[in-house]
């Protein structure tokens, strides 16, 4: 048993130089999101075959604990493999017990970080921001993973790149293709993660490794080669797990509010003088959800008597709300909705203390886990400029199942549909629907 455990040490302990010496071979991270454990191991072979050193298997894969545990076990020793969508501590566990040596996220989260160098497993978090980016290094991990990559267009991978440490490895993940992987490169990507584009579910082993081999050729193309380091350790033991907030009667009533209509009326610089009419006429037109934005002309007074004059079933509160003081001062004038442009923990749990409804904004997967864990109910995807259709998807493939977002900001009558067959469940509607100075009609 001692010789057992002792081995399974230095498999450990060889991880992080198992790792390097994969990516050194071939710098592309096979992502076999909805592939089942009766396909994991001939897909896995075939992505081996084609010349791949690196496999994920998502965690919201079915069954992806098996899956993991048959690849470990049937590949090559040479070959890593980990799990993708990692989200909690309790998930780093249940993966090194596997056999899975890779932790990637789709967020940044310090606490899956440092559970995972503790178990002194390869540490790669998602991160969309250069500050996100220096948080994750400095909790410990390998590499970054810049995610979604469809947000992180090759410029803003080399302005990272001129600014992170020397040797951090930024690895690009959503939309790589084996056209675009060499514009990566030369803006300083060391690394890609490749999905939907080397696997789909249903794919058969001869087709996966056929995509492969593309990619694997577009990789030994990239010049400069490379080495990839080994970042530093930092242990912890915490073991907080993330949940979706409880079900109450005030979120019952803005889900059947979203359902009836998923759209929130946003009535920035609507006076109290006209605030009635205006709340009546969208009424009228169907909408049950209206936002007075704090920075509206006396948005409390508005707040209030939209409040006490439209039928029961409407919700109304305010926008822009940016500390714990506003939304007192919201729920003392009958608002019920508390949405920010930004994701600050205070507002949120404070919003959510006075059981009202919390839509913080986020603009990236980190923020957006980090609202979750806070309480909020909904998500709003703030600019909506910043997050068209493809990046709502990539978010929808990582997030927890019911997570509602609500893309906010450039919204039209267009833009909708494509909107929600990429994930979105609700939109934010401003001045595409009130102007000050428009008539109720």
Not at 38 to 50: C, I, K, M, R
Not at 115 to 134: H, I, M, N, Q, W
Not at 366 to 374: D, G, P, Q
Not at 416 to 440: C, H, L, Q, V
């Amino acid at each position: 048993a001692h010789a057992d455990m002792d081995s399974k040490r230095d498999d450990v302990r060889a991880a992080g130089e198992r790792w390097a010496d994969a990516m050194n071979r071939c710098a592309c991270v096979a992502i076999l999101r909805g592939v089942e454990p009766e396909q994991a191991v001939s897909v896995g072979q075939a992505l081996v075959d084609a010349g791949f050193s690196i496999i994920e298997v998502p965690l919201n894969s079915p069954d992806a604990l098996k899956s993991i545990k048959l690849l470990a076990s049937s590949l090559p020793e040479n070959v890593v493999v980990g799990a993708g969508t990692v989200l909690t501590v309790a998930q780093v566990d249940a993966v090194a017990a596997a056999g899975g040596v890779l932790i990637v996220s789709p967020n940044m989260d310090e606490e899956v970080v440092r559970r995972t160098k503790a178990l002194e497993l390869v540490s790669v978090p998602g991160v969309c921001t250069p500050s996100e980016a220096f948080r994750a290094l400095a909790a410990g991990a390998d590499c970054l993973k810049a995610f979604p990559g469809e947000q992180l267009p090759p410029k803003i991978i080399k302005a990272w790149s001129a600014v992170l440490p020397k040797g951090a490895v930024v690895i690009p993940t959503g939309g790589i293709t084996h056209e675009n992987m060499a514009t990566y490169w030369e803006a300083g990507a060391r690394g890609f993660g490749i999905g939907s584009n080397i696997f789909k579910p249903g794919d058969s082993a001869e087709t996966v490794k056929a995509k492969a081999e593309t990619f694997v050729a577009a990789s030994h193309r990239l010049s400069p080669k490379h080495s990839v380091p080994k970042q530093p350790a930092i242990h912890s033991q915490n073991t907080s797990v993330q949940t979706l907030p409880k079900p109450s009667s005030l979120m019952n009533k803005w889900m059947s509010a979203l359902r009836l209509c998923p759209c929130v009326a946003i009535l920035r610089g609507v006076e109290p003088g006209q605030a009635v009419s205006i709340g009546q006429a969208l009424v009228d037109a169907g909408f049950s959800i209206i936002e007075v934005p704090l920075n509206s002309p006396d948005a409390l007074k508005s707040i209030k008597l939209l409040a006490s004059a439209l039928p029961e079933n409407v919700l109304v509160g305010a926008g822009t709300v940016l500390t714990a003081a506003q939304v007192d001062a919201v729920a003392a004038a009958g608002g019920v909705l508390i949405v920010s442009p930004n994701m600050d923990e205070e507002v949120v749990r404070r919003t959510k203390a006075l059981e009202l409804v919390s839509v913080p904004g986020v603009c990236t997967p980190s923020e957006a886990f980090r609202a979750l864990a806070a309480g909020a109910d909904c998500l709003k995807a703030f600019p909506g400029e910043q997050l068209p259709p493809k990046i709502i998807k990539a978010w929808s493939a990582v997030l927890p199942k019911g997570a509602v977002v609500i893309p906010t900001g450039g919204i039209t009558h267009e833009n909708m549909a494509t909107y929600w067959e990429a994930g979105a469940r609700g939109f934010g509607i401003g001045s595409n629907i009130f102007k000050p100075g428009d008539s109720a009609e």
